[in-house]
């Protein structure tokens, strides 16, 4: 019985996992995307773990990039978009990203190494954009869709379709 409840305990603990868990040794978990792009030169090639909702998605000939407004991570490892925003950064990879899954509003967590800066324009306005290679990367569902790890459900009853 004890194997039981148990084998019962893990299977609900798997279950409520979701997300990433990224390895944060080596990654300076406190820099963000506002300091990258004030001091460049101070945090070139420096390990990130960074997340937020995307804006735009572009596919070049060789590489994809994101452009993403940044927020802090919760215990989740998922940008919690309740608290305030940390400046945007771009994310690219030599993947191609299908822009309809890396659509705007979505959100991803990533990590991956800082590039550089590079100068470009939220709307009008003159950005400098942090340039992140990105190593590794978690899309959120959107929500109300229904996540792709396995459920557990539990319940005695009887079912009558036709």
């Not at 084998?7 to 406190?30: F, H, N, Q």
């Not at 937020?52 to 940008?79: C, F, H, K, W």
């Not at 109300?144 to 557990?152: A, E």
Request: net charge neutral.
């Amino acid at each position: 019985m004890r194997l039981l409840a148990l084998t019962v305990m893990v299977l609900a603990l798997a279950g409520c996992a979701a997300g990433p868990r990224y390895d944060t040794a080596g990654i300076d978990t406190g820099l963000t995307a506002a300091q990258v792009a004030a001091a460049d030169e101070a945090h070139r090639d420096a390990r990130v773990l960074w997340g937020g909702v995307i804006m735009v998605t572009r596919n070049m000939p060789d590489y994809s990039e994101m452009e993403i407004l940044s927020y802090p991570l919760d215990g989740a490892q998922r940008p919690d978009t309740g608290s305030g925003d940390q400046g945007r950064f771009l994310a690219r990879t030599s993947r191609y990203l299908e822009g309809v899954n890396y659509a705007p509003g979505r959100r991803i967590t990533l990590s991956g190494r800082v590039a550089r800066t590079l100068e470009g324009k939220v709307g009008e306005a003159p950005y400098v954009f942090p340039l992140i290679q990105a190593e590794q990367m978690y899309l959120w569902p959107r929500d109300g869709d229904t996540p792709s790890s396995p459920q557990i459900h539990f319940g005695i009853g009887v079912i009558f379709s036709r």
